[in-house]
């Protein structure tokens, strides 16, 4: 007959105990130490330390700098090495007493070290932080990053999320080409950068958002994933006629590209270059293309984005973002695709359309038939109307559904703007 006073759990294995208390936000994980003799100490050699809303939610009363000691205690008491270590409680403020806990976790072999401070002003990261050599993961909100003379960078970074940070560009550039095994990068800046060079021969995904004038690419032959937006606004354009061209060198430093993410900027500075029939480099991998804030009366912008549909032969998905814009740059009497050049275009590969904030104008619309006609394989096409009274809204989609389709099977699907 089963005893059923047995405890199971606490004859569990360390490492399996150790698992449990993981998955527990941490001041539970601590509070398992008064269950008995056998628990007592089992927390104190947990590999991570995560201090987040789920931990602050039992201290969002207590004072700043007493939910500072509060952690510094946990910490002092924790036994081993502290694989990953979180710091990203709501309201976390810049103060010195920081320091301190970096300086622990500096010397207990972290591999994953992120902080987040939400309040007050930058916090300037401590030089104990590039101590750690084994960090593999680095993830850092509103902070000043100035390394110490000497630093080499961290020769194990997987993965590095800046987000708002305060760096020289050149201090930028070499911590990205001194972590020569860095993956994945996202870069969100608030504030303007004249230049940024990604030099990362292992770099599989990058993320820049914010206002750069330049951005190169080197030695990133495995960049599959590239997502940028520069921020700009179409009222003033910051790309001068010197640092638009990186615009189309960037594309052709990433040859096996499966995913690309624009913004208006970048479209317009390849435009300002003059648009080639083709990119010079052929995009063979490229699966998925969103581009943001796009006009499709701007002969320019509209000229770019089929020059990167016939860059790229496999291309599955395309998302636009239509911006609202002048249609004067063509002139109505003109077919779209000879105004384009796009006898040529051929889309044998495409699956999915999404087109979002349509309102209804004769290049929207234009654009929209050119690739219901140019996809025989074509399963969905998703749009957003964005007009202002439901005769518009019937009268759009009575045309739109009345286009030829090369693709039998291709379905179009209408959402207002408004439901979103």
């Known amino acids: 007959m089963c005893n059923s006073s047995i405890d199971i759990i606490s004859h569990l294995p360390d490492n399996i105990l150790e698992k449990i208390l993981m998955c527990l936000p941490i001041q539970d994980a601590v509070r398992t130490s008064l269950l008995s003799r056998k628990w007592r100490y089992v927390w104190v050699k947990l590999p991570q330390l995560v201090f987040d809303d789920l931990f602050y939610r039992h201290f969002h009363k207590t004072p700043h700098a007493k939910l500072l000691m509060i952690i510094y205690q946990v910490m002092l008491l924790h036994r081993g090495p502290i694989i990953k270590f979180a710091l990203c409680v709501s309201g976390l403020q810049s103060c010195s007493e920081i320091d301190n806990l970096i300086l622990v976790v500096s010397n207990n072999d972290i591999q994953d070290f992120t902080i987040r401070i939400w309040k007050g002003e930058l916090y300037k990261l401590p030089s104990s932080l590039y101590t750690c050599s084994l960090l593999k993961h ?129 479209v317009k500075g390849i435009a300002a270059c003059g648009v080639p029939t083709r990119l010079p480099t052929t995009l063979y991998n490229l699966k998925n293309i969103i581009v943001y804030d796009i006009c499709l009366g701007e002969r320019d912008e509209v000229s770019v984005l089929i020059c990167l549909i016939r860059s790229s032969p496999i291309l599955e998905e395309i998302t636009i973002y239509a911006f609202p814009g002048p249609t004067s740059a063509i002139r109505a009497v003109l077919d779209f695709s000879e105004v384009h050049g796009c006898s040529d275009v051929s889309l044998n590969q495409l699956r999915k359309v999404d087109m979002n904030n349509v309102s209804g104008t004769k290049p929207e619309l234009e654009f929209i038939e050119l690739l219901l006609a140019k996809s025989p394989m074509l399963e969905v096409m998703l749009i957003e109307l964005n007009v202002q009274n439901v005769a518009d809204h019937l009268r759009i989609v009575k045309e739109l559904t009345g286009f030829r389709r090369a693709s039998p099977q291709a379905e179009m699907k209408f959402v207002d703007h408004d439901e979103d």
């Open 138 to 266: 680095l993830n850092i909100r509103s902070c000043i990053i100035k390394p110490p003379p000497g630093f080499e960078g961290f020769n194990r970074l997987l993965s590095l999320y800046l987000y708002d940070v305060v760096i020289a560009e050149d201090v930028l550039s070499h911590l990205i080409s001194s972590c020569p095994l860095l993956e994945d990068l996202t870069l969100q800046s608030s504030t303007s950068l004249d230049s940024l060079e990604v030099v990362g021969p292992n770099l599989k995904s990058v993320c820049c958002e914010g206002h750069f004038r330049s951005i190169c690419f080197s030695n990133t032959s495995h960049l599959a994933n590239v997502s940028i937006y520069l921020q700009g606004s179409r009222n003033e354009l910051f790309l001068s006629e010197g640092e638009i061209s990186s615009s189309v060198v960037l594309l052709g430093s990433v040859p096996v590209i499966e995913f690309l993410e624009l913004d208006f900027c970048i």
